[in-house]
């Protein structure tokens, strides 16, 4: 068994526009839920995640309708319009995390009109692996970007160019990176004394190498 309190676990995050996952079966639960957020992860159940997620609803009478991609199990909690739930999750994305070990959907992860935001943490073999499903599922339908955890890495920063460095270093310590985000590139380039344009170049190239030095093989 792995372990996991010497592991070298990164951070990474997707999203799902609309257009990419519209063939997805979970999908459909924006007929039903006008948002739904992934809390934690509880078991594999016959390659399904067991999991704890909130919805939001007008009705809560769709807390009783069935769905092929999300079977609910128990109902936590509710008020007239959000509830926790204890459910399975059985459509084909989350099934490609049930397969895998050490990785694991974290928050924030979360279903809504705007797409699909899927917050992993994991060791760098099982992210590979985990890219490689997405792929064989989504195509390259879908975007990856990096999270603040890896960016703290020392090792990832000594890959990249000093300006690169500098730029990303700056927005790790404004609060780019936090959940909820606490600054803007403006403030980076006004920080630098530089222009946003050139901050967003930095950090596009900067997470671009980043992301691929942990998914890719060298």
């Known amino acids: 068994m792995i372990d996991m309190a010497?592991?070298?676990?990164?951070?990474?995050?997707i999203t799902i526009t609309?257009?990419?996952?519209a063939a997805l079966p979970g999908w459909a639960l924006l007929e039903s839920f006008?948002?739904?957020?992934f809390l934690s992860h509880i078991n594999t159940v016959g390659g399904n995640m067991r999991c704890l997620i909130r919805v939001e609803y007008e009705d809560e009478a769709v807390l009783t309708q069935t769905s092929p991609s999300l079977e609910v199990l128990d109902?936590?909690?509710?008020?007239?319009n959000a509830a926790l739930l204890e459910v399975v999750a059985k459509g084909p994305l989350p099934r490609v995390f049930a397969a895998l070990e050490h990785v694991w959907w974290v928050t924030p992860t979360y279903l809504s009109s705007h797409g699909f935001t899927v917050t992993i943490r994991g060791t760098k073999e099982a992210l590979r692996a985990a890219r490689k499903g997405l792929s064989e599922l989504l195509g390259e339908s879908y975007k990856m970007k990096l999270g603040a955890q890896s960016a703290h890495t020392s090792n990832f920063l000594e890959l990249l160019p000093e300006k690169q460095r500098n730029v990303l270093d700056e927005a790790i310590k404004m609060g780019y990176y936090d959940r909820p985000r606490r600054c803007t590139q403006r403030a980076i380039a006004e920080a630098l004394n530089i222009?946003?344009?050139t901050v967003s170049e930095h950090l596009q190239s900067a997470e671009s190498a980043i992301i691929h030095s942990f998914?890719?093989?060298h």
């Open 215 to 217: 998914v890719n093989d």
């Open 75 to 80: 109902v936590i909690e509710k008020s007239q």
């Open 195 to 197: 222009k946003q344009a």
């Open 6 to 13: 010497s592991a070298d676990l990164r951070y990474m995050q």
């Open 18 to 21: 609309p257009e990419a996952g």
């Open 34 to 37: 006008s948002s739904v957020e």
